[in-house]
């Protein structure tokens, strides 16, 4: 008997750890056991695993929301999967792993609000980003309204929403959904040595960078500031700013923890 495939596989080479969705027939639309999965994941990653390079298997990153799942959930049921799905995307964000996701096909709907939970976005020219939400008679339920409304503006996530526009990998990138727009099968070898990059970084550096910086730009200017000091503070602490810095005065490269 052949052994049923993952949903989501994972493989570690070093300190660099590789995520496929694999639901290629169902152009990798998240259902249940997908988040699930997500969500065990991020949970517990191997502590040897310092980056994520996230991608969904064949031509579409992820169409969004299983449609055929969503449409048997009646309202308080509907409400406590946007609640999980809150709860994953936050582990993905703030959990303290840094994830760069690599961009083809469809980046549709829920696809856009996992997309938008990942630190580094690189776009091939594929790449469609949507939110059809509008045309299905349903609404985001997956952060859309805080993420993306914070990456391009609640103004132009409206916009989006009611005319159900795609965006292009360049115009995402002129909009901020992209941080890369490369040209086809490029993606996923950028995806390795900007991984490479983030591994090498001191891991306390990385943690404030997925943790402080997102926060404090919901603050007041005044708190955030205050929380700053505190970050950098405590960075500083760590033997590995003795490490960045004698290393630089040294003129050589860093070797952190
Ligand atoms: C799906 C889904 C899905 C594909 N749920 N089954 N997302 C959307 O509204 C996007 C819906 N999908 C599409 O618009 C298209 O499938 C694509 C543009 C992504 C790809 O088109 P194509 O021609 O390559 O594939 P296809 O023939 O449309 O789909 C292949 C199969 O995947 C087909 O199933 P099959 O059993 O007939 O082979 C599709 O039904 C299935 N499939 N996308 C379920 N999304 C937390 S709230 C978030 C709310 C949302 O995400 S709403 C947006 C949902």
Known sequence: MTKPEKIL???LDGAIGSLLICREDKRNAMN???LEALDRFFAAPPPECRVVVLSGKGQHFCAGLDLSQHVK???????HHSRRWHSVMERIQS?????????RGAVIGGGLELAAATHVRI??????????EGRRGIFVGGGATARIGRIIG????CEMMLTGRKYSAREGLALGLAHYAVNA???????HTLAAKIAANAPLSNYLMLNAIARINDMAQSDGLFVESLATALAQSTPDADEGLR??????????R
């Open 154 to 157: 609640a103004d132009r996530m």
């Open 9 to 11: 596989d994972f493989r």
């Open 95 to 103: 959990g303290g792993l840094p994830v760069i996701s690599v961009l």
């Open 247 to 256: 290393a630089f005065l040294e003129k050589r490269p860093p070797k952190f």
């Open 123 to 132: 776009a091939e020219p594929s790449t469609v980003f949507q939110l059809p």
């Open 185 to 191: 099968d490029e993606a996923l070898p950028l995806a």
């Open 73 to 79: 959930r009646n309202a308080e049921e509907t409400l």
């Open 32 to 34: 249940d056991a997908l």
